[in-house]
């Protein structure tokens, strides 16, 4: 009889982790989310942008080469992810009679005469070849701003008229 009670002590007290093993085993669903953004940037404000240059007469262009009615800086602003590495580049057709990819087409009435982009960035107040790109870092997560200007250039004989040119910029980000 000792050995059938032990027997059946033993057989209770598995039977009684089995059913508490199984009284206890719930699932649960363990969720981790999170998001990819993107390290790039975005132009904020306008996209396109107009700049007057005002009239120049004759006599405010002496030579060939002379610039003249540098307007005021308009920016392009950035708003930019923290390491973002973007690259701006410009393009645009050159004046086919002057020979310098920083001189734009004038496809308006007046001849000898057309305008460049200027950088103004790190006071550079250089003319920007069509073209050419650069890169601007935004290491801190801020916003980055691109000073830019324009003004006239003498490219020949000058004939009144208006003066009209154009050119585009491409972000790239990587």
């Known amino acids: 009889m000792m050995n059938f009670s032990r027997l059946l002590f033993t057989f209770f007290i598995v039977l009684n982790e089995l059913v508490f093993s199984l009284a206890q ?3 649960g669903t363990i969720t981790v989310h999170g998001a990819v953004a993107s390290s790039g ?4 404000g306008a996209t396109d942008v107009d700049i007057g240059l005002g009239d120049v007469h004759d ?3 002496p030579s060939v080469g002379s610039t003249w009615g540098q307007s005021a800086e308009y920016d392009i602003t950035l708003s930019c992810s923290a390491g973002a590495r973007v ?3 410009f393009a645009g057709d050159n004046d086919p009679d002057y020979g310098d990819n920083t001189v734009l087409e004038n496809t308006g009435t007046a001849s000898g ?3 460049q982009l200027i950088d103004l960035h790190g006071g550079a107040n250089s003319p920007i070849a069509m073209g050419s790109s650069w890169t601007v870092t935004s290491s801190s997560g801020a916003s980055e701003t691109i000073p830019l200007a324009a003004r006239y250039i003498r490219t020949g004989t000058v004939g009144v008229g208006t003066v009209l040119s154009s050119a585009t910029y491409t972000m790239n980000y990587e």
Not at 41 to 44: G, I
């Open 113 to 115: 005469v057309s305008t």
């Open 87 to 89: 690259t701006i580049s």
């Open 59 to 61: 006599t405010d262009l």
């Open 41 to 44: 940037c975005s132009v904020s």
């Open 25 to 27: 085993a719930e699932t």
